[in-house]
């Protein structure tokens, strides 16, 4: 996982996940300049990103962990030196719990998530599992995956997941252009609701095994796996859609876009947002 080349498999993403489009944003009249790392956009923090960093650790309460990391006054172009905490815990009841805390001395702008890709079954893809939504709308993104701005409605499109759909199927869809640059899903969702929610089901058909995305995010970026191929722990290949990312998180270049809300953290100010993976049985 160190050496890279992984698909970001389970990693901590920052300073910022998904995409910042030209690599640029503006606090304060000052325009800062990112590392481009995905054509002339930034991607999951730059070069070197959260996920290619060492971080700390320490044993938190019981069955928990907690990963420190120090990112320093413009790493990647990021402004402060922020100073991060990611606490995973598990629960009785099957759950895991991601809690994302940080603080820097400037003003910046974060937005973090896990990459975790998820597969739960036997299979070698999860093209037998189904995938429901709870999102009215997703993120509109030109052929180079930046969003225009605007928020599409889901329905019509192959974007559609307010009802469970077997991800077979769906990769089928055809008839959208965001749908067909991609290669599959990568886009962002916009859930309904606030505070901590459940704003998605994974389910595999054949076990019945499940699991309940819960965030107090806006947003959920769903990646289909479709770019995977590498070989991960133990000598274990994985190829296109081995596992399905959910990853919680603000809404891409929402630093450019002040209609998505806002990633900016102030200087003092705690950021702190939570997310629940739970899994179970149907």
Same mark, same amino acid.
């Given at each position: 996982?160190? !050496?890279?080349? #992984?698909?970001?498999? @389970? /990693?901590?993403?920052?300073r910022? =996940?998904?995409?910042i489009?030209? +690599?640029?944003?503006?606090?304060?009249?000052?325009?800062?300049?990112?590392?481009?790392?995905?054509?002339?956009?930034?991607?999951?923090?730059?070069?070197?990103?959260?996920?290619?960093?060492?971080?700390?650790?320490?044993?938190?309460?019981?069955?928990?962990?907690?990963?420190?990391?120090?990112s320093?006054?413009?790493?990647?172009?990021?402004?402060?030196?922020?100073?991060?905490?990611?606490?995973?815990?598990?629960?009785?009841?099957?759950?895991?719990?991601?809690?994302?805390?940080?603080?820097?001395?400037?003003?910046t702008?974060?937005?973090?998530?896990?990459?975790?890709?998820?597969?739960?079954?036997?299979?070698?893809?999860?093209?037998?599992?189904?995938?429901?939504?709870? !999102?009215?709308? #997703?993120?509109?993104? @030109? /052929?180079?995956?930046?969003?225009? =701005?605007?928020?599409m409605?889901? +329905?019509?499109?192959?974007?559609?997941?307010?009802?469970?759909?077997?991800?077979g199927?769906?990769?089928?869809?055809?008839g959208?252009?965001?749908?067909?640059s991609?290669?599959?899903?990568?886009?962002?969702?916009?859930p309904?609701?606030?505070?901590?929610?459940?704003?998605?089901?994974?389910?595999?058909?054949?076990?019945?095994?499940?699991?309940r995305?819960?965030?107090?995010?806006?947003?959920?970026?769903?990646?289909?796996?479709?770019?995977?191929?590498?070989?991960?722990?133990?000598?274990?290949?994985?190829?296109?859609?081995?596992?399905?990312?959910?990853?919680?998180?603000?809404?891409?270049?929402?630093?450019?876009?002040?209609?998505?809300?806002?990633t900016?953290?102030? !200087?003092?100010?705690?950021?702190?947002?939570?997310?629940?993976?739970?899994?179970?049985?149907?």
């Amino acid at each position: 996982y160190a !050496a890279g080349g #992984v698909g970001c498999m @389970g /990693a901590t993403i920052g300073r910022y =996940g998904n995409r910042i489009g030209g +690599a640029v944003f503006t606090i304060g009249g000052t325009i800062y300049h990112l590392g481009a790392n995905e054509g002339r956009n930034m991607l999951h923090g730059g070069h070197e990103g959260f996920d290619k960093r060492q971080w700390a650790y320490a044993l938190g309460e019981e069955n928990a962990v907690v990963m420190r990391y120090v990112s320093p006054h413009m790493e990647e172009g990021f402004p402060g030196e922020l100073k991060v905490s990611v606490t995973f815990s598990l629960d009785d009841d099957n759950a895991l719990r991601i809690d994302y805390l940080a603080v820097s001395d400037r003003d910046t702008q974060v937005n973090l998530t896990n990459h975790a890709y998820f597969n739960l079954s036997d299979a070698d893809d999860v093209l037998g599992h189904t995938l429901q939504i709870h !999102a009215e709308q #997703v993120i509109e993104v @030109g /052929a180079d995956l930046i969003p225009t =701005g605007h928020m599409m409605d889901v +329905a019509g499109t192959p974007y559609d997941l307010r009802e469970p759909v077997l991800l077979g199927e769906a990769l089928l869809r055809r008839g959208n252009p965001m749908f067909a640059s991609a290669g599959g899903f990568d886009i962002g969702y916009v859930p309904g609701g606030s505070g901590l929610r459940q704003i998605a089901v994974l389910q595999d058909t054949v076990s019945g095994r499940l699991m309940r995305v819960l965030t107090d995010q806006p947003g959920v970026q769903c990646y289909s796996g479709q770019g995977l191929s590498t070989t991960g722990r133990e000598g274990k290949f994985y190829g296109r859609f081995s596992g399905i990312a959910l990853e919680t998180q603000h809404h891409p270049d929402t630093a450019n876009n002040p209609q998505f809300g806002s990633t900016l953290l102030k !200087a003092g100010e705690r950021y702190h947002t939570t997310t629940v993976y739970a899994f179970g049985q149907a």
